[in-house]
């Protein structure tokens, strides 16, 4: 597992690029690529898939959480200073605000959609803009009342689409999506969701994150004597093959069958991962409010207390530093694990590792993330980007005809994702049907269809301190609580700072 997403875009960047140079017109090219939340190995010390190739922009799950806001407030408070040091608009153009800039492909592929819109709808004038610092220059300009026309939000665990709806800072779509038919089965259903908020529609999904796919070596398997053409579909079957993969001399591990499973980039990330695939979640699905403290939360947070105290927290996380700069494709390369939550990046990295060393890439194959049950369809959960219209924006229907474009037209979604290699949460989006059979690609679309899941659409839980994350995960796996003490704890603490949002 590798760190903050830069994994998954550096890798699908890449790969689009290769299929435009056959087989598309697509403009743009190399550049430096923005970071999202990815699936990580704790030990690694930072140390993962690409960090020493890619340049790391704040992201959805990471440096925007960071600057979380505080509950919500009335837009009528705004004081004088902050409108006198809001700034201005720029260049009178239907403008879009988003993080990616310097040059980077994510950047390159929203500037080329952009500009396809300007050819085909020259009355919008649109324009793509890097809003530095993020999210500070937005808030700022939205707090001056001069905010751009439309604003590409984070949604998985960053929760902006939330935040900035519940703040007063978007508008709701209804009117615009009604009137021309955008169809909520256009998209994918969790994506859709996760934007709709007390029953309003207050974004258009962009692109989505699907978490994971299971990256695994057949070489290895062959070796222990694990059928190499079936990964493990049940975490019964993960554990026995774990079991089998696991090696030490002495006291120090030499190899393990997978990364640390309590460690799946954050903390908030190893749960929301786990919790759904035990068939679990953070919310009651009748109720939509907070409620972890389940049969199915509790059997996931016990497996991995469990886990942790049969191969030694402490052993574990000190042979993941000895992965070096390469992190968990450079442990799937040289053989130290044999299987992975699948980061198409590190896909991608292993590619060029397998090169000249002992493994080959035609040795790793690609499976779902075990479930606790073989009949559970749910096998992942959705992160992402969406597109809102701030409150107050310059050019309403102009912002309304450019968040349709990039996010419910096929030439629109196109466009992008044919440069900087972003998922569209758009089904007809022709990228999707293009790439179905790449590799990389496929897996990642595989787990797109089966997740159903994202992260909570609650008011402030972008803002819930990473300490209660961190307390519920780690308390069991230290010994210092009981899964149920650990979850009725969290479900305390959470739902008192929720309310603070209501």
């Known amino acids: 597992m590798t760190p903050q997403r830069q994994t998954r875009r550096r890798f699908l960047g890449a790969a689009a690029l290769t299929l435009a140079s056959a087989s598309l017109a697509a403009c743009g090219g190399a550049g430096s690529v923005a970071v999202t939340s990815s699936a990580t190995l704790a030990g690694t010390g930072g140390a993962a898939a690409g960090t020493g190739t890619a340049t790391a922009a704040p992201t959805a799950s990471s440096a925007i959480t960071a600057t979380a806001s505080p509950p919500a407030t009335s837009r009528d408070t705004t004081t004088a200073s902050a409108k006198a040091n809001a700034p201005a608009a720029s260049t009178g153009k239907t403008e879009v605000w988003a993080t990616w800039g310097a040059g980077s492909i994510v950047q390159k592929g929203y500037e080329a959609s952009v500009a396809l819109l300007n050819q085909q709808q020259p009355s919008v004038q649109a324009a793509y803009v890097t809003a530095a610092p993020w999210p500070t220059k937005f808030l700022t300009a939205a707090a001056g009342g001069v905010p751009p026309d439309a604003i590409i939000c984070g949604t998985g665990q960053a929760m902006q689409v939330v935040a900035w709806s519940h703040k007063g800072l978007l508008v709701p779509l209804d009117s615009y999506v009604t009137a021309d038919k955008v169809a ?126 049969a191969y030694n927290l402490d052993a574990v996380t ?4 000895t992965f070096g700069t ?47 049950t073989a009949a559970q369809t749910n096998k992942g959960w959705l992160g992402g980007f969406a597109v809102g219209q701030p409150q107050g924006a310059p050019h309403p229907d102009k912002s309304w005809s450019l968040i349709k474009w990039m996010t419910a037209t ?7 994702a044919s440069v900087n290699g972003f998922l569209p949460a758009y089904r007809p989006s022709p990228f999707l049907a293009r790439v179905a059979n790449q590799t990389g690609f496929a897996w990642y679309l595989k787990v797109l269809d089966a997740a159903q899941t994202t992260p909570p659409t609650v008011a402030g839980w972008g803002d819930v301190p990473a300490d209660a994350f961190h307390a519920v995960l780690y308390d069991p796996l230290q010994n210092k609580a009981t899964a149920q003490d650990a979850l009725a704890s969290f479900q305390s603490v959470v739902t008192a700072f929720l309310a603070t949002y209501a």
């Open 184 to 309: 909520a089965t256009d998209f994918y259903a969790p994506a859709w969701r996760e934007d709709i908020l007390a029953g309003k529609q207050f974004a258009l999904p962009l692109e989505v994150d699907p978490n994971f796919p299971l990256m695994y070596n057949k070489a290895l398997f062959r070796q222990v004597g694990l059928d190499p053409t079936k990964p493990p579909a049940t975490i019964a079957e993960f554990d026995a093959a774990n079991q089998k993969l696991f090696a030490k001399t002495g006291d120090t591990i030499t190899r393990m069958g997978s990364t640390a499973p309590w460690a799946v980039s954050s903390d908030a990330n190893t749960l929301l991962t786990w919790f759904t695939m035990f068939g679990g979640g953070f919310l009651d699905p009748a109720s939509g409010k907070l409620n972890v403290t389940t049969p199915q939360n509790t059997a996931a947070l016990d497996w991995l207390a469990t886990n942790a105290r």
């Open 318 to 321: 000190a042979f993941s530093k």
């Open 326 to 372: 390469n992190g968990v494709a450079g442990a799937l390369a040289s053989g130290k694990i044999a299987m992975a939550p699948f980061v198409s990046a590190t896909y991608q990295q292993l590619v060029d590792l397998t090169k000249t060393g002992a493994t080959h890439i035609e040795d790793f194959d690609f499976g779902f993330l075990p479930t606790a």
């Open 410 to 416: 096929p030439q629109g979604t196109d466009a992008w």
